[in-house]
DNA sequence: TATACTGTGTTAGTTAAATAGAACACTAAT
DNA sequence: ATTAGTGTTCTATTTAACTAACACAGTATA
């Protein structure tokens, strides 16, 4: 199991959970109409509590990434690999930019950022 | 006031403001032994109750960024510009990393990932 | 085929943190 | 003393998370 959960996030645990599961179906981690590890699982992983998960599975059904079945498990919708990888990839884009524009305001120049980049990108 | 809250942000109100008043500074918006615009004035503003403004100034005082005299203000303290830069550039750079992780994870490769960055510096 | 067992998701009640509303307390000027 | 401007404290409400117990589905077995 790929996920972790960061104790010192301002992102609430059912959140981080949520976009975790969505990064790994992007990623082909869990393929559509799999399995996903039950909700015990993923609690005692994390040691975290049940109903956090279970409310990061509700949440994630809502939004017809995956479906539920009482008793049974939860599993990865059909279409939901590329939906995630839409998500990600705008979640990350918006973040990155606006990471960026503190840095503009703070009168870095596109040199210096462009240095941060590649500074980044070579570790 | 430059300060905006975002309300769907999982970062708490006052730590919004928090690091807002640090970029301000960083930027130098606030000079230092400056007075900053009273919690009433924040809270009316930013449409914010004054105790959260105001715990965001205790948080700030605690830090050394500003100093509080009680009936009269906050004030910028001495050496908080090159500090607060110094947080700003480490908490962005923090952020930005975390991003291109994620990219990294979710198969961009580099040239992606740099063409992401141009478009986005071009904007 | 009835019953118990194991694995599954879900609900109820409690605690802690963030925020709000209202009132309090300090400072300076008149 | 009174007033206007300031930061602060007290109390209540809401939300996230936890503990504990509940409810459903499939399977083994008597």
Do not use: H, W
Request: aromatic share 6%; with cysteine; hydrophobic share 40%.
């Amino acid at each position: 199991m790929k996920l972790r959960i960061d104790d010192t996030s301002p992102i609430p645990i059912y959140g981080q959970i949520k976009n975790g599961i969505i990064q790994m179906i992007a990623l082909g981690d869990f393929k559509e109409n799999e399995k996903l590890p039950s909700v015990r699982d993923v609690a005692v992983a994390l040691k975290v509590n049940p109903n956090t998960v279970s409310r990061a599975f509700t949440e994630l059904s809502i939004e017809k990434i995956i479906y539920t079945k009482r008793g049974i498990g939860n599993f990865v919708k059909n279409g939901a690999e590329d939906l995630c990888k839409k998500k990600v990839y705008k979640r990350v884009l918006s973040n990155i930019d606006q990471e960026l524009d503190i840095l503009k305001k703070a009168g870095f120049d596109k040199k210096a950022i462009e240095k941060i980049i590649n500074d980044m990108r070579s570790k």
